[in-house]
């Protein structure tokens, strides 16, 4: 399993600029930042590269935007999602689901609530 460097500090907070691509281009893969705070969600820049594993969120709900690359999203009883840049995939609280980017580095926008906990609940 990698090591995943994950940062709760809200990095930027409220009026000011966030450059995103510069955020990505500056950090390597595993790496999980939350860059904001809106009302009671996070927005959090996510580096991947290969599978992240199985797990749940069972009181929060996740939304991804992939910014670059390609990220799959296994479902447990699913087919498999695949999201190209631009393209966003909400999944929900209680839902065994795990990301991967098997062609390589993938940047992601999440939007989640402020107490989730990155890994999930196994």
């Not at 390609?70 to 087919?79: A, C």
């Amino acid at each position: 399993m990698p090591h995943y460097n994950i940062r709760f500090d809200n990095k930027f907070g409220a009026l000011r600029l966030i450059d995103i691509p510069a955020e990505a281009a500056a950090r390597q893969a595993w790496f999980n930042q939350t860059l904001t705070t809106v009302n009671d969600a996070v927005v959090r820049l996510g580096i991947i590269e290969a599978d992240f594993h199985w797990h749940r969120h069972e009181e929060e709900d996740q939304f991804f935007l992939v910014l670059e690359g390609r990220l799959l999203i296994d479902v447990e009883g699913r087919d498999t999602v695949t999201l190209d840049p631009h393209q966003g995939y909400t999944v929900p609280r209680g839902t065994r689901h795990r990301t991967r980017a098997p062609k390589g580095r993938t940047v992601v926008l999440m939007v989640e609530p402020a107490g989730i906990v990155p890994t999930g609940d196994a």
